[in-house]
């Protein structure tokens, strides 16, 4: 009885000192970009695009990656939903539990799911190479939607495997189609879906490797879909790497407000799901 009661402490202690690691290096990420790039975090440098000479320290902003990053992400994020809810509805409503395609299916998504970023971004390269198109903000939507279908896919599959059998076949003793059952197990998942797209923004915004080449980098607001596009994380990447301490302290600037808007968009989706939570049976 003693050795269970050191036991349990033991692992008490563990679990409290993982959670403080976890917070430490939380904190003193958020410390060291903020102490660095808050100071140059400029309203002009949000609201104003890349002047002559601002990556030698010049006036001018990232207003160009901002943008372009929310068209991305934004652009990506629909498609994503368009191609993915589909795919969990059918695999979940319209085959049968435990066969071998859904199987294989979940397989699959499992595997797109820890595939680098940098892979998709050559296979999206070469895709476009062969069909004649140049590096561009549809490029990189395409990419990014490459990227987050398998996190949408198996996230509201794990949600939509949680509705319990007992309300489908109630829905379908009504006399309920399956289309019309989809539409109920969607009141359901809804808290999933949110979360799902939650996750899926904040992969595609911080990514880079793959943005890098699809969307190019421009100085501009791109207008249509075949002009190239700037996002956040090129930004930091472009900045940091330059040799000049101003430049060096945008790209910190620039880490700061990418990591205030995931901030901004976690607490929405915490407020979405809990609004959608109402909805589910319980």
Not at 44 to 61: A, N, R, V
Not at 89 to 104: A, D, H, P, Q, T
């Amino acid at each position: 009885m003693k050795w269970k009661f050191i036991e349990e402490k033991i692992f008490y202690v563990l679990m409290l000192a993982s959670t403080l690691i976890v917070f430490i290096f939380f904190g003193s990420i958020i410390w060291t970009i903020a102490k660095t790039g808050f100071p140059s975090l400029t309203w002009e440098m949000i609201t104003s695009l890349p002047g002559g000479g601002f990556y030698l320290g010049k006036d001018g902003g990232i207003l160009n990656a901002i943008v372009g990053s929310l068209m991305i992400v934004g652009g990506s994020t629909v498609l994503g939903l368009i191609i993915s809810l589909p795919i969990v509805f059918y695999i979940n409503i319209y085959l049968k539990k435990g066969s071998k395609l859904v199987y294989y299916t979940r397989l699959s998504f499992d595997v797109l799911f820890g595939v680098p970023s940098i892979v998709y971004g050559a296979f999206a390269f070469t895709l476009m190479i062969f069909l004649g198109l140049k590096a561009s903000l549809l490029g990189g939507i395409i990419v990014i939607t490459m990227l987050i279908v398998p996190i949408f896919v198996r996230s509201m599959d794990e949600v939509t495997q949680s509705v319990p059998t007992e309300m489908l076949e109630a829905t379908y003793a009504l006399g309920a189609t399956r289309l019309e059952a989809c539409k109920v197990v969607m009141r359901q998942i809804a808290p999933g879906v949110a979360t799902a797209t939650l996750l899926s923004i904040g992969r595609a915004i911080g990514d880079a490797a793959a943005i890098l080449f699809t969307a190019g980098f421009t100085d501009n607001i791109p207008t249509s879909l075949d002009q190239p596009a700037a996002t956040l994380p090129l930004a930091v990447f472009f900045q940091l790497s330059s040799p000049i301490p101003e430049v060096r302290d945008r790209a910190y600037a620039a880490a700061l407000l990418l990591t205030l808007i995931v901030l901004i968009l976690s607490i929405s989706g915490r407020i979405i799901t809990s609004c959608f939570s109402k909805n589910k049976i319980k």
